[in-house]
């Protein structure tokens, strides 16, 4: 009964994510997430694309967009300076459509 209910509200997140709107603050205990960009795709959780306006910002799937003020952010991220201190590690591409999970489990960190 439990799975049934963790599946249950694991698809009702999903379909019903709001755009990820990110803003970076100065000090860790600030943030909702903590994450750690790698040097190679294959090293990351999420490939992540930054658009370039709030319109363009998707669905969880690792398109973001960089507010200028936290309280317009969905979620406020730290950038770590070592692996072993990200919740998530992200990998910057260049095109749009290279954005997104590599390891799903770490989805529950933006929701």
């Given at each position: 009964m439990k799975k049934l209910f963790f599946i249950?509200?694991?698809?009702?997140?999903?379909?019903h994510v709001?755009?990820?709107?990110?803003?970076?603050?100065?000090?860790?205990?600030?943030?909702?997430?903590?994450?750690?960009v790698v040097k190679y795709e294959n090293q990351a959780d999420l490939k992540v694309y930054k658009v370039k306006y709030e319109n363009q910002a998707d669905e969880n799937n690792g398109k973001w967009f960089f507010t200028k003020y936290s309280n317009q952010a969905k979620k406020k991220i730290y950038?770590?300076?070592?692996?072993?201190?990200?919740?998530?590690?992200?990998f910057f591409v260049e095109y749009e459509n290279?954005?997104?999970?590599?390891?799903r489990d770490k989805m529950q960190w933006f929701y």
């Open positions: 249950l509200l694991s698809t009702f997140c999903v379909l709001k755009a990820q709107k990110v803003f970076s603050v100065q000090y860790s205990n600030q943030a909702d997430v903590k994450v750690y950038f770590v300076e070592y692996e072993n201190q990200a919740d998530v590690k992200i290279q954005a997104g999970w590599r390891n």
